[in-house]
Every structure is written in structure tokens, then in C-alpha cells.
């Protein structure tokens, strides 16, 4: 194999491994704006896109030597989804005996959308790092370029995932309940990959 192509399937790797539980996430904040209106599709994908282009920008600045957010409180990265999701949980037990549904909503515009994609990936950074601290610039090049058509492989498998009746059927039903759960399963998984559960 060509190195270019080593590079191309390494970054390939790397973005699917570090990026798997985005999959979810974007499932969510699909079935969020098919259910409520909110976010919209392009705030989905320019959110996603900020996110983990802010990701890669932290990780550069890792590979460099400079160390933004001590590797302690890397946790505190868990506070938004954890805090998200308990919200929408507390709305949705409040609202259960009512008429009125529940907006499944957890991130409204690009910068809400961005916030959670960056607390989702925040374990991210060191993996990140260790590749841009130990390739060549044309690597890190070729890798941004995988992870740039990642993000949108990404966006259209979480928009296609919703786009099927029986998911859509479980959402409607369902949506605001499974948001919340998974919003603070993702807080609690950043917990403990910070070390405040057990890790």
C-alpha cells in the first residue's frame, strides 16, 4: 500500500473508532428536528462540522505542547450532556400526564449543536494529538480531508436512521425519553473516561 493510502485508511480508522457514539447523537438530534423542528438539518451539519473542527484545532494545539484543559478535568466535559439530558427528563416526567407533548430538542442552533458534539468528543483529543504530533504536514493534511468527509458520511447515516418507519414510529413515541437517557449516558461515559467513575 502507498503511504498516501496508509494515511487515507488509518484516518479512516480513527475517525470511525473515536466517532462511533456520534452516530447516536446525531440519530437524536434527527429525530429532534423531524419531531420538533429543532435543530434544523444545516444547523446538524454546520454544529457537527464546528464541533470537530474546534477538536482538531485543540488537538493540533495538544501536539504542539500546549495543554488547554488538564487532563483531570477532562470530566467536566460530561457536565452538558448530563445536564441536557436530565433537563429533558425532568420535562418529560413533569409533562406525563398532560396533553401537551414534549419537544425532543436538546440543542437549538449551530453553537448548541456544536457544544455537544465538542463534550461528546472531548476523549477524543489525545488520540487526536498522538496522530498530528507524530505524522508530517502532508499526513495531517490527508487526515483532516478524511475526517472533513467523516463528518458528513456521519451527518447522512444519523439523518438515515430516522428516515425509517419503524425508527420514526419509536421516536415519535418515544423521542423525548430516549433523548434523555441518551444524553446522560453520554455525560456519565465522559465521568468515567475522566476518571470521576471508576475509569
Request: with cysteine; proline share 3%; charged share 10%.
Amino acid at each position: 500500500m502507498e503511504p498516501s493510502l496508509v494515511t487515507v485508511a488509518m484516518a479512516a480508522g480513527l475517525f470511525a473508532a473515536t466517532n462511533v457514539d456520534d452516530i447516536v447523537v446525531l440519530a437524536v438530534l434527527n429525530a429532534a428536528s423531524r419531531a420538533g423542528g429543532r435543530p434544523r438539518a444545516w444547523q446538524i451539519w454546520a454544529g457537527q462540522y464546528a464541533g470537530i473542527a474546534a477538536l482538531v484545532v485543540i488537538s493540533f494545539l495538544a501536539a504542539l505542547g500546549l495543554t488547554l484543559v488538564p487532563r483531570g478535568w477532562i470530566w467536566l466535559l460530561g457536565l452538558l450532556p448530563l445536564f441536557l439530558g436530565l433537563r429533558k427528563l425532568w420535562a418529560a416526567l413533569r409533562a406525563r400526564g398532560s396533553e401537551e407533548p414534549v419537544s425532543a430538542a436538546v440543542a437549538t442552533g449551530v453553537p448548541g449543536v456544536m457544544s455537544i458534539t465538542i463534550a461528546n468528543g472531548g476523549d477524543n483529543i489525545a488520540a487526536y494529538a498522538a496522530v498530528f504530533r507524530t505524522s508530517s504536514g502532508a499526513d495531517n493534511t490527508v487526515t483532516i480531508g478524511v475526517f472533513s468527509l467523516g463528518v458528513a458520511l456521519w451527518c447522512l447515516a444519523g439523518s438515515w436512521l430516522v428516515s425509517h418507519r419503524r425508527v420514526a414510529q419509536v421516536i415519535d413515541r418515544w423521542g423525548q425519553w430516549i433523548v434523555a437517557v441518551v444524553f446522560i449516558l453520554i455525560g456519565l461515559y465522559v465521568f468515567r473516561r475522566g476518571g470521576v467513575l471508576g475509569g
